[in-house]
Structure formats: structure tokens, C-alpha cells
């Protein structure tokens, strides 16, 4: 076995501890599918070079015995890939595999594996630590490397822009991610949970490339779910028939560490060209195993100082591997360079978000120029821009020097939204904090705000864009009032503030009011604001924002959408403010609510319109508490729950109640407590 020539291509013998199964590479693996329930016997199907190993069920692909260390194993027959039956040159892949990662410390692992696709599986010349045993900084981004890769990275390397120290990433022929996103998976009602890769704990993830459509999904979540959580955590649009050739593909695993001592292992695997994988059998895995041994770990939160090696070791120029060891050297040159950096991570640790360079977000808006600029609000203005590097296009507010509004607002905000993460909610994917200026990050939305959408004439949404669009806002507003950890009370809750990204999908956006709450606790804050129209009676007299004040806002909003009327408007035939609850109300009692609805519609669902008005009425009902909360208001729409049998148009007529007497008052008042321009505008971000 020695004798054959791959043996000699490795330039790390030492590092070479097993070589199996090594097999003439002509034959193609049967029908592009296997699996692996698990790791073990003489005939296994698998190449392995550097430390990895196979024991216990296990493949170890990193042993954690000494630093610096990668280990590879693949499948050993290459992988047709050609697609000649279709049209598209790269078949479609799907995989899943169970994974574990075991650093010396709970919260702290180096530096990560990855699932490899590549022409050529000689990794003998490709360094550990950052580069994960897959490239070296001489051709690391070529693209004659012929590599697609996942990552599962646990150091935050800034030469290669990671995002954080626990996040998954896409690579094409570099470890610059084409995408990446912290590691976490959407439950059925999306709402993100956040995982923790190291640690030990199994995971499962899964990669599905669809090659018509160009897109790569990829899916993690912990071991073991009864099934794949329907949303990907990403969606990456890329077409690899430009990255792998055709007919002979690898498929296989890379891991290296760094200064520390990490294991990285798989479970079991399985992999399809063409279709779904076959399912793993979680009952043949080793996961006991595996949670046995993290057991055995007893791990300790890991210490400053270690940090701080680590930070050495991770913030290295590329040439300097051999240097990272003696982390002493260079601490006096890195020193300030470190403390930087180490205010920053404080201020990450506090608000959990990655940060950007000024002098990126400069490139990125062509230095704040007049033609990117998307917009101005009362806290400052909004600038498209395209991120160097990720080539990643991103909504960039900076708030205006003259802005009169607390660096602390802006904080809370940051605060709010960078901990929250829901498809239906306008990410925010970092900051920079230069001199009095501060710059948040938000997707870029390309199909801009609901209200232009509704309230333009020459555009028009379908029926079913409009029902997807209002069950997609009361989706986003659940998980603000009751699916997330901490009640976030919206506040300005209104059509522009909603902004439709590529696929259409709504988003909530503009959180500049949001308050934060400890669930339980009294849920009301005190300031007065939001817009005029949406504001439900009882915030306009007692100035306090309350859940059932958001869902006022939203009745209102799901009536605009059926009907694409302004809440307020001035009625043509004697010049009387009209507002659009009463429109509404008003067809109703006439006995036909379809009335009301924009006259554009003709492809609407009688039974789903009707339940959007009269929910949307029953939502603006005068008593708060006769209001749905939003786990009822989802149930109306989806027709899993009946609306109440007594809602009829005299129930929720405003004159039962006495709200009306001091209406006049009422609206003086308001109109100079809340103008509608008192907003933040980070929605204007599309
Ligand atoms: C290895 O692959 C060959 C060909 O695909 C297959 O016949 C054989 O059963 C596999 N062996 C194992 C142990 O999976
Ligand atoms: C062939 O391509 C079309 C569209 O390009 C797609 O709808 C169809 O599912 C593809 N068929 C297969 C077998 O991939
Ligand atoms: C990419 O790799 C090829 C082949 O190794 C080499 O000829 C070329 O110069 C490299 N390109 C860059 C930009 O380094
Ligand atoms: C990727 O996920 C999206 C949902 O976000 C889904 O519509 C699409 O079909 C998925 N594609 C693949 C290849 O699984
Ligand atoms: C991907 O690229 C190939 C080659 O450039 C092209 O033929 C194919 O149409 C592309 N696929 C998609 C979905 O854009
Ligand atoms: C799954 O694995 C268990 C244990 O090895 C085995 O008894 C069982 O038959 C397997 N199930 C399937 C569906 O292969």
C-alpha cells in the first residue's frame, strides 16, 4: 500500500498516520450515492490522510494531540457531476452529515472543518489553523483551486472577514465566505435559536444545491430533530458549474486546528447527486459515544489569557504560521493593534454584533455619495451600498452628525436588533462606530417598502402576495411580542416600515422606537409615538405603547393591504377626513365587506379577504382588550381558529364606547404631541 504514488505526493509524512482503502480512481462511485450509518470495518469507503482516523463508529478527522494538525478523509471514487440530460453542465447534490466539535474549552475551539467538494484531493501543501487544511496564502481565492466548500468555523479571522467565532460559511476557491451567517436554525414558527458549534454536542447539516435555479441551501440544526427545519439558515445564490468540473468531483471532509489542541469529528454521512440523501439511521451513529466523551471533557470557561493567544494566533498575517507559536515575539509589536481590538470585542460581547471598517462602508457607498442614497429620515440617512470583498449589497444608515437624537437611542436600537433574527424581520448585520458618527448595517431590500407597492398605480400585488405579505408581518410581529426571549413592543408599525426583500417576503423593519421588556414585567412605556392613522385610541390618550397597541397598527395595516387605502384620507365628496376602519365598517354593515377592497384584486379568495378585514377590524377593536393577541391573530390566518361568532359590524362600532367624547381634545392633542415625522427611518434602508 505504500508503494502506491499518492503515498508520495505528501509533503507532511509526519502528519500522515493513515492512508485506507486507497483505490484506483477510475471506477465512478454507482448512481452518484452513498451513505455512511456510521464509521467502521476493513472495506471502508474512505480515503483519509494527516490525523484523521476512524475508531468507535467515528471519524476523527482531527485528534486535538498536538496544535496545528489537519486531517482529510473522502470518498475515494470521484463523482460524475456531468449533466447532460437537462441542459445545466453540474448535476444537483444534496448531503447531510452529523458532526462534533470538541475544543479544550466549552465556548472555545480551533479553527474548524468544512465539507469539500474538489477536482483534486491532494491537500498535502494546504495549511491548518485558519486555512483549514484546504488552501495556503499563496493560493487561497484562485480560481484554478476548484474547491466549494461549507465551513464550520470557530475562530473569528478578520484577513478572511469571518463574522464571528461560531458561524457557517459557503466558500468558492477561498476562505473569503461568499456567504455566512452565525450558526443557528429557524423553528417551525421561525423564530432563530442560536447554536453553539464547539462544545461537543452532535449536529446535523445538511447542503442541498439545486443546479437549475444555481442555489445552495444549507441547513444546520442539533441532533437529532425529527425532521430538517424547513428554512435554510442560507440561500446562496451561486452557480458552481463554473467552479467544479464536471466529470470527476471529490466529496469529502477537511478540518485543521491552531494553538489549540481541537477534535473534530463525523458521525455518519450520506450523499446524493440528483435527489434526497438516503436518511441517516441515527440509532446505528455513535452519537452516545460522542456525548460521552464531551462528558468527559468537564470543561471550564476558558480564561483571558487564552483569549488572548488565541487572538494572536487568529490575527496573524498569512505568511507568519510559523511565528504564531511564539506568541511572545510579536505581542509588543501587536500590542496596540490587540487593544483595539480587544475594545472592540468588548463592545461585541455587549451588543453580539460584528462589526464593519469605516474605511470598507467608505468603498462600499463610494464615500457616502448623493446617488447612493436612498433615503433621509429624522435620524439620518440611508445609502445603498456594495460591501468590498463579500460583494454583498447592504442598506448603510448613518446617523447624521447634526442629528439632535442620543448616541443611546442608536444603542438601544443596536442593542434590539442585533439580537434579533426572524425572516420576517430587516437584519442588521453590524455597525461601525467612527468619531460621533455611527453606521448600522441592514440587508439591502431590494423590492423596497410595502406602501410603494400599494399606493402606486402602474404596481400591483397579487392576491396571494398580499395574504403571504400580512401573514409574513403578523409572523415577524409574534416573535417580537412573544417568541423571542424578551417582549419587544414594535411601535411604529405601519406600511412603510415594511420592506419586501428579493423573494418578496415582508419585513419588518425600523425599530428605532422598540423597547425592550422582561417578559412579565409591565409591558408599557411612556413616550408617546408612531404614526397618525395607526394609533390606536387609548396610546393617543394615555401616551403608553402596549402589545395591544401594535396589533391596533397592524389591523389597520392588514385593511390598507386588502384595500390599498391610506388609513386617513380626505373623503373627495365633502371634503371629511375618512378613516379606513370605518370604511371598512361602513361596507360591512351594507352587507358586502368585499366592497371595501382595492378594485384591482380580481384574483382574490373571498374566504381569506374577508377573514383579513374582519380581523383587521377586530384588531383596531376601541377596547385594547378586546383585541387578539398575536398568537390568535396567526391562527385566524392560517383558519386554524374561527373568528368569534358574536363579531359583527354593532360590536365594533366606536360610539359603544367613550372614546368619542373627548375625540376633539384628543386629536389636537396628538397631532402636536406625535407628528408623523418623528420617526426613526431605518426602513427607508432597501
Ligand atoms: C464501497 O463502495 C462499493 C461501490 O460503491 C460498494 O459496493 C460497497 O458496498 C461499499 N462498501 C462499504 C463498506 O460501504
Ligand atoms: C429540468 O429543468 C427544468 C427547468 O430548467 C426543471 O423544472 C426540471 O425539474 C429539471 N429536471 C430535472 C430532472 O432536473
Ligand atoms: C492561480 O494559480 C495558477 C496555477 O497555479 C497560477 O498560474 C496563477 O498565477 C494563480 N493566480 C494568482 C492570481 O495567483
Ligand atoms: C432553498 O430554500 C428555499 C427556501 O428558502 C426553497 O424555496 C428552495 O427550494 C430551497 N432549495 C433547495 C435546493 O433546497
Ligand atoms: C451556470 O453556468 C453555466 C455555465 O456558465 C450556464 O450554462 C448555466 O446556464 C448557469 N446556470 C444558471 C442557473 O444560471
Ligand atoms: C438502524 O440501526 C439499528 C442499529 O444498528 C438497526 O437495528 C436497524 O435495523 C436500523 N434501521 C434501519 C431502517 O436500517
Redesign the pocket.
Known sequence: MLHHPCFLHLQYPILVLLLLSVRPDAAVADGGEFIFDGFSGADLNLTMDGDASVADGLLRLTSGRLSFLKGHAFYPYPLDFTEVSNGSSLA?F?TTFLFSIMGPYIDLSSHGLAFVLCSNKDFSSALPGQFLGLLNQWNNGNATNHIVAIELDTIMNSEFQDIDSNHIGVDINGLISVSSATAGYYTPTHAFRKLSLTGGQPMQLWV???SN?A???VTVAPCCLSSKP???LL?VACNLSTVLPGTAVYAGFSSANGVLGSRHYILGWSFKLNGEPAALNYSALSIKTIQELAAQLQYQPHTNKIKTIILCAALLPTVGIAIAVSATLFKLHMKRRLDARRNQLEWQREYGLPSFTYKDLLIATSGFKDKMLLGKGGFGSVFKGLLPHSNRTVAIKRVSPESKQGMKEFMAEIVILGHLRHRNLVQLLGYCRHKQQLLLVYDYMPNGSLDCHLHTQDRNLCWAQRFRIIKGIASGLFYLHEDWEQVVIHRDIKTSNVLLDG?MNARLGDFGLARSHAHGADAHTTRVAGTWGYIAPELARLGKATKATDIFALGVLMMEVACARRPIWVNSADGEPLALADWVLAAWRRGSITDAIDPRLDDYVEEEIEVVLKLGLLCCHPSPNARPRMRLVMQYLDRDAALPTDLQPDTLLMSNFDVSQDDNEMHEQHAMSCPTTAITDLSRGR
Do not use: A, L, R, V
Open positions: 444537483s444534496s442541498d444545491y439545486d435555479q442555489m445552495m441551501n424547513s428554512w435554510p440561500s423573494e
